[in-house]
């Protein structure tokens, strides 16, 4: 991945969330990857409910006060606080396989309505 010139450093990570292990593993390359290059990373919340690490648990802490309310059943129960990470980033990096989500679908139909960059892994569109 080149470096980009951005406004801000957030970026979002959308791609199929099936819960598997090798799917939550993609999601983490990619963060890494994108750490590499400067960015603050959003992880979806279906995702990081895999994840144990403090750091992810930190960084949805405002968030998940008000979601801990909510019963979670299904992923689409976390759509909305995904939409409110893409929509104060500045960008979204689509991950392969994108296409074959629903919910991954959502996310970048919502971030092309408000006009976000748009990464691919394989490459890029504005």
């Known amino acids: 991945m080149k470096k980009h010139n951005k406004t ?14 090798d799917s939550i593993d993609h999601f983490l390359e990619a963060r890494k990857l994108l750490l590499e290059h ?12 895999y994840i144990s690490a403090p750091e992810m648990a930190a960084e949805c802490w405002e968030l998940q006060v008000v979601l801990e309310k909510v019963p979670k059943k299904e992923g689409t129960d976390y759509i909305t606080p995904d ?12 991950l392969r396989d994108w ?28």
């Open 38 to 49: 400067g960015y603050n990373v959003r992880l979806p919340r279906r995702v990081q409910v």
């Open 99 to 126: 296409e074959y989500d629903t919910l991954a679908n959502r996310e970048f139909g919502y971030a092309l309505g408000l006009s976000k960059k748009i990464f691919f892994e394989e490459g890029e569109i504005k």
């Open 8 to 21: 801000n450093n957030l970026i979002y990570i959308s791609g199929a969330k099936t819960g598997k292990a």
């Open 83 to 94: 939409l409110l990470d893409i929509m104060v980033c500045d960008s979204i990096y689509m």
